[in-house]
């Protein structure tokens, strides 16, 4: 069932009375050093002169709308954990905030706020409730969740001016995504292909195998592709549609055992294994030219992408799944300085 914020506020808490004064910490604003006379003073805002072109910028306050309606939804899907606190108790939290702290689908709700507060930190937030309220003051607090799970999460708060009830907001910062690499991250947030870590891994695979194998060895390539241009598209807001075009384009129209991966300062690395011959290879770097120099359509263009492709092989000239790749990047900037769109082969002779 959607919980309203609104509603909540308004209406009174059918949960046992308050704990006795002694043991009441939240019970009253004075607990916090919060004096709230001075939180509910009303400054006039000012008034500004009138302009034709405000008008259009004024234009939501007709719309029809429930505010808390859009409240509602904002506080459910935010990346940032939210709770309301009244005098002692929890009496919401938000999505992200239930998960952070496996709170078990919300069924926390009612309960003392303090048994969510680490012990350590709880006299912490006491004290330093009121700069929060009144100054914007961000607070580092320890979150007790299930399990002895224990959460830092950075705060701000933010006053509610309720007449019978001390009441207040807490706002976490944004969790910042994990920067080590895992699993999860060894792929693409745009295109979902394997990013260039997890491609160099796989380079690295093919190599190892062909050293290992008898008889006559197949050919293995590695190719970079940059997209010269794609500063254009970044100041027209639709770089990461380009991206992932490009990435669209490229498995769609490639053999499905070729590694199409996303790199780092370079847009794309693909790898061949298994290929028979360098005519092969040649067939299969001009059918990636031909599907970049169609460019890229939306819907109400065509866009031109000016390109450089950089291709590298093994065994030869490159004898180690790095030299592979360190020559595909020479090769790369190679062609980048010919101010067109363009394929350098690493010493490998075009049929």
């Given at each position: 069932?959607?919980?309203?914020?609104?509603?909540?506020?308004?209406?009174?808490?059918n949960?046992?009375?308050?704990?006795?004064?002694?043991?009441?910490?939240?019970?009253?604003?004075e607990?916090?050093?919060?004096?709230?006379?001075?939180?509910?003073?009303?400054?006039?805002?000012?008034?500004?002169?009138?302009?034709?072109?405000?008008?259009?910028?004024?234009?939501?306050?007709?719309?029809?709308?429930?505010?808390?309606?859009?409240?509602?939804?904002?506080?459910a899907?935010s990346?940032?954990?939210f709770?309301?606190?009244?005098?002692?108790l929890?009496?919401y939290a938000n999505?992200?905030?239930?998960?952070?702290?496996?709170?078990?689908?919300?069924?926390?709700?009612?309960?003392?706020?303090?048994?969510?507060?680490?012990?350590?930190?709880?006299?912490?937030?006491?004290?330093?409730?009121?700069?929060?309220?009144?100054?914007?003051?961000?607070?580092?607090?320890?979150?007790?969740?299930?399990?002895?799970?224990?959460?830092?999460?950075?705060?701000?708060?933010?006053?509610?001016?309720?007449?019978?009830?001390?009441?207040?907001?807490?706002?976490?910062?944004?969790?910042?995504?994990?920067?080590?690499?895992?699993?999860?991250?060894?792929?693409?947030?745009?295109?979902?292909?394997?990013n260039?870590?997890?491609?160099?891994?796989?380079?690295?695979?093919?190599?190892?195998?062909?050293?290992?194998?008898t008889?006559?060895?197949?050919?293995?390539?590695?190719?970079?592709?940059?997209?010269?241009?794609?500063?254009?598209f970044?100041?027209m807001?639709?770089?990461?549609?380009?991206?992932?075009?490009?990435?669209?384009?490229?498995?769609?129209n490639?053999?499905?055992?070729?590694?199409?991966?996303?790199?780092?300062?370079?847009?794309?690395?693909?790898?061949?294994?298994?290929?028979?011959?360098?005519?092969?290879?040649?067939?299969?770097?001009?059918?990636?030219?031909?599907?970049?120099?169609?460019?890229?359509?939306?819907?109400?263009?065509?866009?031109?992408?000016?390109?450089?492709?950089?291709?590298?092989?093994?065994?030869?000239?490159?004898?180690s799944?790095?030299?592979?790749?360190?020559?595909?990047?020479?090769?790369?900037?190679?062609?980048?300085?010919?101010?067109?769109?363009?394929?350098?082969?690493?010493?490998?002779?075009?049929?």
């Amino acid at each position: 069932m959607k919980t309203d914020i609104t509603e909540i506020l308004e209406k009174p808490l059918n949960s046992e009375p308050i704990a006795e004064p002694e043991a009441d910490i939240l019970a009253k604003a004075e607990d916090y050093n919060v004096n709230i006379d001075d939180l509910e003073i009303f400054r006039e805002p000012e008034k500004k002169a009138f302009r034709p072109e405000d008008k259009d910028k004024e234009s939501w306050r007709s719309l029809d709308i429930r505010l808390s309606d859009v409240v509602d939804l904002i506080i459910a899907s935010s990346e940032r954990p939210f709770f309301l606190i009244r005098d002692d108790l929890l009496v919401y939290a938000n999505p992200i905030a239930v998960q952070l702290l496996d709170l078990g689908g919300g069924d926390r709700i009612g309960d003392k706020f303090l048994s969510l507060v680490d012990s350590d930190d709880w006299k912490l937030l006491t004290e330093n409730i009121g700069d929060m309220i009144a100054g914007d003051k961000t607070l580092q607090v320890r979150m007790k969740g299930s399990k002895g799970k224990v959460v830092p999460i950075d705060f701000k708060a933010i006053y509610l001016p309720e007449i019978e009830h001390f009441s207040f907001i807490l706002i976490g910062e944004q969790r910042k995504k994990q920067t080590t690499l895992t699993l999860n991250n060894l792929y693409d947030e745009i295109t979902g292909l394997p990013n260039f870590f997890l491609f160099e891994d796989r380079v690295q695979v093919a190599v190892a195998n062909e050293n290992v194998r008898t008889g006559d060895k197949s050919l293995i390539a590695v190719v970079a592709v940059n997209i010269n241009n794609i500063e254009t598209f970044r100041k027209m807001n639709i770089e990461e549609y380009i991206i992932k075009k490009i990435a669209n384009n490229l498995v769609l129209n490639l053999k499905k055992n070729v590694t199409i991966a996303r790199g780092l300062k370079y847009n794309f690395w693909l790898m061949f294994s298994d290929l028979k011959s360098k005519a092969e290879l040649n067939h299969e770097v001009r059918h990636i030219f031909e599907i970049l120099n169609d460019g890229i359509s939306d819907n109400f263009t065509r866009h031109r992408l000016a390109f450089s492709i950089g291709v590298s092989s093994y065994p030869a000239p490159a004898h180690s799944a790095k030299k592979v790749i360190e020559q595909a990047l020479s090769a790369v900037k190679t062609a980048q300085a010919q101010n067109e769109n363009n394929i350098e082969f690493y010493k490998i002779d075009r049929l």
